[in-house]
Nanobody, 123 residues
Framework: VQLQASGGGLVQAGGSLRLSCTAS????????MGWFRRAPGKEREFVAS????????SYADSVKGRFTISRDNAKSTVYLQMNSLKPEDTADYYC?????????????????WGRGTLVTVSS
C-alpha cells in the first residue's frame, strides 16, 4: 500500500487548508484511516481518524471543532479539512492506514504510513 498526502502549504492564522491522502496498491476501503502530525522538535501526535465506512470518527482535543476528517472510498482518498488554523498547527501531517476497520488514535494499530505534507501557519 502506498499513501500519498498532498494539500499542505503556507496559510495565515485563521485560514483553512484541505489535505488529501490517496491510497494505491491495495484497497483501503476496508480499513480505518488516520491523520497524525509531527511539529518541529515534538513527538508525533494523533490528529483524527475515520472508520472504514465513515460511521465513526475521532479527533484530538486540540483540533475538535476545527478539523473534519472524511473519506471517499470510490476514490481511495481520505481528507482532512482544517479550519481556523493556528500557528500551533504547524507540522508535517501524515496519513496512515489502520490494520483494522475502525477509527482510533493508537499509532501502533496503523500498518502503512505516507510521507508527510507540510502545513505552516503564520501568525
Amino acid at each position: 500500500v502506498q499513501l500519498q498526502a498532498s494539500g499542505g502549504g503556507l496559510v495565515q492564522a485563521g485560514g483553512s487548508l484541505r489535505l488529501s491522502c490517496t491510497a494505491s496498491g491495495r484497497t483501503s476501503s476496508n480499513n480505518g484511516m488516520g491523520w497524525f502530525r509531527r511539529a518541529p522538535g515534538k513527538e508525533r501526535e494523533f490528529v483524527a481518524s475515520i472508520s472504514y465506512n465513515s460511521a465513526s470518527t475521532s479527533y484530538a482535543d486540540s483540533v475538535k471543532g476545527r478539523f473534519t476528517i472524511s473519506r471517499d472510498n470510490a476514490k481511495s482518498t481520505v481528507y482532512l479539512q482544517m479550519n481556523s488554523l493556528k500557528p500551533e498547527d504547524t507540522a508535517d501531517y501524515y496519513c496512515a492506514q489502520n490494520r483494522w476497520p475502525y477509527a482510533g488514535s493508537d499509532a501502533q494499530r496503523y500498518a502503512y504510513w505516507g510521507r508527510g505534507t507540510l502545513v505552516t501557519v503564520s501568525s
